[in-house]
């Protein structure tokens, strides 16, 4: 996808706080410092439009970026960051669930993991979630350009087994080489043109939405 421009519009800290413009958003969802910021940036090719950090736990709200006048970007905060106290953890879930399920124009989710690591049971309970709630969710691997060449299909089957997903559909990034921009763009695509306004969406109901 081309982008001719992408401007951060709000972060919000509660359901009233979003924007109500209607336009299609797809939300960026992952463990802490896994790289989703980054991600957007890459995608986008604005080194500065979401905040990065190598201090875990940096994006706190949900930031909204809209990206050719036409959908937004949504980078959600992290989970699993153990520094975030009890209560801000459990308030940040809160917030990210009640958008997850409530979020009528919301097209679907990019998962991000580390494709070092296995996934956790964090990443685990959160593809179990979205299945349930059938939510159209696509998984991606990060940090690539620190894994081996040889090694990346092994990441790649890892991350499909643990995640119960076809290994096809684990897509491979890494955000200093730009590797696999191309294939996540054409995922993002998929999802804003196949997934209608959530309630008339085609695959209401079904298990089967991390494709
Ligand atoms: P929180 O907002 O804290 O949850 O983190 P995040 O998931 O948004 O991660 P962020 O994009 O801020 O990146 C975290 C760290 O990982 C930064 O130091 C990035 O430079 C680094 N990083 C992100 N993606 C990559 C990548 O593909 N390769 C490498 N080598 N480093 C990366
Ligand atoms: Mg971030």
Known sequence: ????????????????????????????????????????????????????????????????????????????????????????????????????????????????????HPPMASDLALKDWLMHKGLPCRVVLTKMDKVRKGEWVESQKRAASSLGLDKDKILLFSTTSGSGKKEVWQAIGHMLQENEVRGTRKDEGRATVCR
């Open 1 to 116: 996808m081309k982008v001719s421009s992408a401007r951060y519009v709000t972060s919000a800290v509660d359901l009233q706080g979003l924007p109500n413009s209607g336009l299609p958003e797809v939300a960026f969802a992952g463990r802490s410092n896994v790289g989703k910021s980054s991600l957007i940036n890459c995608l986008v090719g604005v080194k500065t439009l979401s905040y990065t950090s190598s201090t875990p736990g940096r994006t706190r709200c949900l930031n909204f970026y809209l990206i050719n006048s036409s959908f937004y970007f949504v980078d959600l905060p992290g989970y699993g960051y153990a520094k975030v106290s009890k209560e801000m953890r459990s308030s940040f879930r809160g917030m990210v669930e009640s958008y997850l399920c409530a979020r009528r124009q919301l097209r679907g989710l990019v998962m991000i993991l580390d494709g070092r």
